[in-house]
């Protein structure tokens, strides 16, 4: 039975995104989806219409429609409801499955928590996925962008993002740090004074299930490795763990499919079998080097919370910066596409910045609607256009006799491109 929605229309076209095998994720997607879109905060309502246009001309280029369901969260639902994350909003994603959403905003140090965080949480969205690739013609800080191909699997639900934390000056900060250095023994490890305590759990179901989607990634994409990316020689019951559940998967589950750096070198000197993915395991601080010095070395990533957020804004700078770099939170048979970046306030409302970025999420998501011809015509018209030095403020500062377009205008030219290549 469908959920009855108070105060947002569901479109009287279209049909819902069903999935047929919650074992495999299985999905059956009908040829006119309802898909829910939020579009946030700041430039989101730039971005978001710019990417709704490019991406139902993709759809309709290759004979099928998207039904857009606007949903509200942020500044909008606060407007609208005075709250700022409305049943509405959850349940439609639940109930239509696929969605996306632009960028929303979280006030720092005090205020509520951060909405996003709050959304991966309630639709148990725990991957977050990012593939970093370089778009022709996008300038980049570095020699060789096009050298960057990789695609980040950032574990979204626990680290210190788990939201377990006591402000200094708290009743529960005092009782936890008494915990801590009378119960625990750590009597002299925190300094006198004020302090916040923040907790990082890490879990074996957590990190299994996250280490699984990257290996089934690597698997049904011809990918050659996997890296689990974690600081466990600091935090060894946490990120040390991290890495050893991700390598019991690897060892334990896959059968041939996949094989452990350290097997490859015990009994194969090194030599792959053919078609496996071979799961290693890198220390962050020497990962964050690593993909500018040996960029094309590295193919999926698996990564605990915090490493996943810092190590896949550097990728994304490689690319050209956060106005160009994708993602989606995938859950078991829930997906939300969303971009790295966030609301840019002081540009909010300008229709001034790059929407490629919000763009190409919503490309994993007809990705992952099986859509993979319309997904083709969204990189090929944005590579089109970028290269015909038709682009946004972003991008025109940076390369020589360029024509600098609205976020509208760019979409716009998006939009024709992939009419005149279908
Ligand atoms: P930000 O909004 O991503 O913006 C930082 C800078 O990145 C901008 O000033 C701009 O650089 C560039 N940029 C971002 N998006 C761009 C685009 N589409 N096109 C061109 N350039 C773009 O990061 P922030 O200022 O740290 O965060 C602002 C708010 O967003 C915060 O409340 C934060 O919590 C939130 N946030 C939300 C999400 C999310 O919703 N998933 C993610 C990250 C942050 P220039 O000024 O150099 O042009």
Redesign the pocket.
Known sequence: MSFVYDRVDVPEGGAAIDVVDPESDELDVPEDPIIPIIH????GQD?GPAAQTVLQAAAKATGREIHWMRVYAGESAREMYDENLPADTIEAMKEFKVSI????????GAGFR???VALRKRLDLYTNMRPTFHLEGVPSPVSRPDQMDMVSFRENTEDVYAGIEWESGSDEVEAVREFIEEEMGYGDTIHDGPVGIGIKPITEFGTKRLVRKAIDYALENDRDSVTLVHKGNIMKFTEGAFRDWGYEVADEEYGDEVITEDTLWEERDGEPPEDAVVVNDRIADNMLQQILTRTAQYDVLALPNLNGDYLSDACGAQIG???IAPGANIGDGLFLA??????????AGQDK??????ILSGRIMLEYLGWNDAADLVRDALEETIASKQV???IERQISGGTKLSTSDFAGHVAEKIHDLA
């Open positions: 946030g905060d700041g430039i971005v959403k632009g960028p929303l905003t979280t006030p720092v951060s909405l996003n910066g956060l106005g969303e971009p790295v970046h966030g609301s840019a306030p002081k540009y910045v790059n929407p490629t970025a919000m946004t403020y972003d």
